[in-house]
C-alpha cells in the first residue's frame, strides 16, 4: 500500500487530532448536554432530560448568589492586591543594581510551587495556637488571629495566600512591558524637564498598558476558578463564608453527585468568566488603537 | 538526521523511505502487548482511609497471603479525601480496588448505585450474626435496614469517645477548686451538663489551656455532625419522623434539637481559638499538644494520643465514654454516635472469589483476635465479651461500654449534602452568625428539601 505525502501529514495528525477530540472537545459537548439532565454519575441510570430546570433553579437559588458573591469579592481583592503590589516591585525591580538577577528569580519562587503546598503551609502558619504569623502578632502585643477560621477574616486568609503565589506574574508581566519602552523617550523627557510622574503617565503607562490588561485578564479568568487553596487552607468555612463557585461546583459535582446540576453551573461560569474576558479585552482593542 | 533536513526527507525521500517509516508507525500501532502468563498470581486491593487501622490490616493480611498465595496489597487515602475518590472510581464503573471499607454511612450511595456485590446468601451460609451487634449490622451490613439484603461483613468498628487530660483531673488542687466552684467532685463527666461545666473549668486562656476541642468542621465525613449527633440523641433529638415517613420538620426542630444545638453552641465557646474549623488532626494534635483538657474523637485514632512519638501527653491521657443527657422533659437518653466501617466487595472486581476468601478469613474469630491484640477495635462480641479483651487497649473498657448504646444516622443516599448543610449551620451558629433555634429550623426546611428533590415524599 502506498501512502501520499498528505496521507502521511494527516497519519502524524491524527492521533494529536484524536486525542484533543477525546480529551476536550467530547467532554465539553457531553457536559453541556448534561446540564439539560436530570443525571447522578454513580447511579446506574441514564440522564433524564429535563430542558433548563437545572440553570433554572441555580440561578433563582440564593445560596448560589452568595457564592458568586464570595467568588466575586475575592477576585477583587486578590486581583487588586497582586496588581498593586506585583506593579510596585516591579518598578523598583526595574532598575540597575546589584544582585538583581537573584533577588528576581526570589520573588518568582512563589508562582513555581505546587497551590496545595502552599495551602498546606499557609494553613500551619495561620494556626492561631502556633502558627508563626499569631506568634509574631503575640510577640508584638497584637493580637492573635483566628485567620482561616473567623468569618471576619477567612476571605483573607485565602487573599492572602493567593497574592503570596501569584504577585511574582504580575512582576513578571510587568517587566516584560517595561522593558519595551524605548530608552530615548525617557531621555528625551529628561531633556523636557519632565517630572517622575509626567513619564509615567505619558510613557511608560501608555506602554506597558496592553501588557497589564492581559495580565489582569489572566489574573482575573484563574482567580474566577480558584479552588485549590479554598479546598486545602478553608474547606468553604467557617460556615460558607469562604465557599467559592468553583468549591461548590465540587461539591455538587462529586459529594452531591448532582452530576447534571454541576455541568450547568460550571457552563453558568464560564459564561461569567467569557463575559469578563471580552470587557477586558475591549479595553485591551481599545488601548492598542490609540 | 538534522531538524532542518526534516523537510527534504518528506519531499524527496524515496519511496522505499517512506513505505519503511510507515511500516515503523504500523508496527508501532500493532505490536502485540506480551501475552499474560497463563496462571497469573492474584493479589487483591483494598481500598480505605489513610489510617492506623489499615496498616494494621495489611500487615495481618500477610499471613492470609501465607494460607493462600492470594496476595494483598493497599490503597489507603486520607480520610477528607476518601468518599470522593472511591465514589469517583465506582462512578466509572471500573475500581482499581476489589475489597473497600466505605464509612457506615455511604452504604446506601453506594448500595443504590449497585456499586457493592451484593452477599446475602454467601452471609447466610458463612456468618453467624448473632457474633455481632444488631446496631452493627444494621450499619455495616445491611441495607436497607431490616430488609434482610446485606452488603459486607463488619470491619472496624468505631464510635465517639472523649480523651482527657489525667493530670489535669486528678490534681488535688484543681479537684478542690472544682468542687468549691460546682459543688460535685472533678471526675470524668457522666452526662453532657458536667463536661460543660468541666470544660468551662479549665478554659484558661492565659495558660494556653482550654476546656475541649470537638471536631467542628463544616464537613459531611469527619466534620461537625459526627460528633453533634451523640449529643443530639442523647438529649432525645430525633432526626425524622421515621424511615417510612421522614418528616423533618418538627422533629428535628423540637424542642430536644433546640436544646441539643443550645449546648453544642455553648461548648465552642470552650474551644481553643480557630476551632471552627477542627476535624481529625486538629482535634488530636490539640490533645497531643496539651492545650486541652478533653477531646472528642473516633475510637480508632486513639493510638495517636497514646504514643509517646506523637503525643507529649502521651502517659497522662485516659478515656471516657461519650455522656448521657436529660432531655427536656427530664427523662435520661445515652447513646453513642457509631462510625466505622463494614468491609465489602466492589460490584467491579474481577477476584470475587478471592475477595470472598478473603471476608472470610477476616471474620474468623482468630483474625479478630489477632485484630484486637495489635490495639485495634472489633465489633466481635466472642471478642469484646472475653475479659481478656480488657487488657489489650487503653479504649477497650469504653468500647464494651459502649457497644450496647451505639447509634448511626442516615444512610440513604442523599446523607451526604444532609450531614454537611447540618455541619455548615451549626458552625455558623457557633460563629455566632445565626442562633441555634434558626440553625436547627433551617436544617430541619432544607433537609426536607434535599428528601422532597430526591422523591422520598412521592413514593
Known sequence: ?290 | MSPDMLPLFFERGGSEMRRALTALIALCILIPFPAAPAEEKVTLTIMWADWEPAHLLLKLAEEFTKETGIEVRGNFVPWPQYHDKMFVEFASRKTSFDICLPDSQWIGEAVEGGHLLELTDWIKEKVDLNNYPEMVIKSYSEYPDGSGRYYGVPGLLDFVLFAYRKDLFEDPKEKEEFKKRYGYELKVPETWEQLRDIAEFFTRPEQNLYGIAMWQAPLATAGLVDEFLGLFWSKGGRLWSGYEDKKVVGYLNDEAGYEAAKLWVELYKFHPPGAANYSVDEVLTAMQQGLVAMAAIYAAFYPALTDPKKSRYADKIGFFMSPAAVDPSGKKHHYVQLGGQGMSISAYTPHKEEALKFLEWWIREETQWKFAEAGQITPDKRVVYDDRFLKLAPINEVVRKSLPLLRDFWEIPEYNEMAEYMSRKLNQACLGQITPKEAMDDIARRHEEILRAAGYYGR
Open chain 1, 1 to 290: 500500500m502506498r501512502i501520499g505525502d498528505t496521507g502521511l501529514k494527516w497519519l502524524f495528525l491524527a492521533p494529536t487530532l484524536l486525542l484533543l477530540l477525546f480529551i476536550v472537545v467530547f467532554p465539553l459537548i457531553w457536559s453541556l448536554g448534561l446540564s439539560f439532565c436530570k443525571y447522578n454519575a454513580t447511579r446506574d441510570e441514564p440522564p433524564l432530560f429535563v430542558g433548563l430546570q437545572n440553570y433554572r433553579r441555580l440561578l433563582s437559588s440564593p445560596d448560589v448568589w452568595r457564592r458568586f458573591t464570595v467568588t466575586g469579592r475575592y477576585v477583587l481583592l486578590a486581583v487588586a492586591g497582586e496588581f498593586a503590589l506585583g506593579f510596585g516591585l516591579a518598578l523598583l525591580l526595574n532598575r540597575r543594581f546589584y544582585g538583581k538577577g537573584l533577588i528576581t528569580t526570589l520573588f518568582l519562587l512563589p508562582m513555581m510551587f505546587s497551590p496545595v503546598v502552599i495551602g498546606t503551609f499557609f494553613r500551619f502558619m495561620l494556626d492561631p495556637n502556633w502558627g508563626i504569623v499569631d506568634h509574631v502578632l503575640s510577640k508584638l502585643g497584637l493580637p492573635r488571629i483566628a485567620w482561616t477560621s473567623d468569618p471576619r477574616f477567612a476571605i483573607y486568609s485565602l487573599v492572602i495566600c493567593d497574592v503570596w503565589i501569584w504577585t511574582p506574574f504580575m512582576i513578571l508581566m510587568t517587566l516584560a512591558g517595561l522593558s519595551t519602552v524605548p530608552p530615548y523617550l525617557y531621555e528625551a523627557a529628561e531633556i523636557d524637564r519632565a517630572s517622575w510622574w509626567l513619564k509615567f503617565r505619558y510613557i511608560t503607562l501608555p506602554h506597558i498598558a496592553p501588557i497589564l490588561i492581559l495580565a489582569l485578564l489572566f489574573r482575573t479568568m484563574d482567580a474566577i476558578r480558584f479552588f485549590d487553596q479554598v479546598y486545602v487552607l478553608t474547606g468553604g468555612g467557617p460556615g460558607e463564608v469562604t465557599e467559592t463557585v468553583p468549591f461548590y461546583i465540587y461539591k455538587v459535582a462529586f459529594s452531591y453527585w448532582r452530576t447534571g446540576e454541576s455541568c450547568a453551573l460550571a457552563y453558568i461560569l464560564v459564561i461569567v468568566i467569557i463575559g469578563l474576558s471580552s470587557i477586558y479585552i475591549h479595553y485591551l482593542n481599545k488601548v492598542r488603537g490609540r
